[in-house]
């Protein structure tokens, strides 16, 4: 919306606001009603309402259409799942919305986050997607209950079992176990700035200082990535990045290039600071809920 004035300062219509509305007859009909007095305007190519108050009543008239059409759109997507539902234990449909409660699954988390209106229920433990978002939460329902199936205790369990003393095992053993310590390995003559998010084989770290101790080459292989040739590596001692840290963390334009990538550190791009603030948060809310018990 805006003012309808002249350059001049002097208007060429009365006081009042414009709108563009969407080209359907419907909507037009209702803002006529709503709005005898609105004139089209071929100059601004947008309605015209005369009034030192059409601004704000334009605004109230925006907000409870689009009340009424998250509104009518949940009613539509109810009547669509009750026609075709989505039958799943880990689904449960409610008068509010749809309901989604499964064990814990990083995989689930990234699907329903990107579902439109979805929220996490801190007190239920559950997530809820609106009906108006059904047609998103079918197409990553197959993820999301296959991943939910996956992360079953029992299952979980079961696949423990068969890992139990395999070589696998012991390589994922070693490999957590070194990553506890909580140090990355660094080019000694390209050390990368301490004190910032900094994006890693290993994700986002920030890089608190290094003693100068090298790191053995077969070390770096085996647990973060494939060193040059004709490099050298000390190790630098690492923590996690804070949410407000990761937050104002300013992205880096482009992915990081062959150079970047072969000596094992780089500026974050966006989607790696997404990734590592969805953990900050995670991380978060899971000390708050720690702190209230």
Known sequence: MERDTTS???ADLPVGATTDLPHDRIT??????SFPRARWSDRLNAWFVPGRTAGKRIGRWLAQMEA??????DEKGRDDFAFDPIKSPYLVAAPSGLQIRTPYSRT???????????RWDADCRLWTVPYRSLDD?????????AAAERNEPAVRKARLEIFKGTSEEEAATAKTRERRRKRYPVPVDDVPPFGRAIA?????VIFTG????????????????YPTSNGEYVWAAWRPGSLEELITTWPARMPPGQREVARGWWVPDLEELRTARQKA?????????????
Request: hydrophobic share 35%.
């Open 210 to 225: 290094t003693h100068g101790e090298l790191a053995d080459p077969e070390t770096v292989t085996s647990f973060y990535f």
């Open 68 to 73: 009424e059409f998250d509104a009518f759109a």
């Open 108 to 118: 689930v988390i990234t699907e329903v986050r990107e579902i439109p209106l979805a």
């Open 28 to 33: 037009v009909q209702r803002f006529r009603e």
């Open 281 to 293: 948060r995670s991380k978060r809310r899971v000390q708050q809920r720690r702190q209230k018990d």
């Open 137 to 145: 939460l079918r197409r990553r329902w197959p993820a999301i209950e």
């Open 200 to 204: 890693t084989h290993a994700g986002v």
């Open 8 to 10: 001049s300062g002097k």
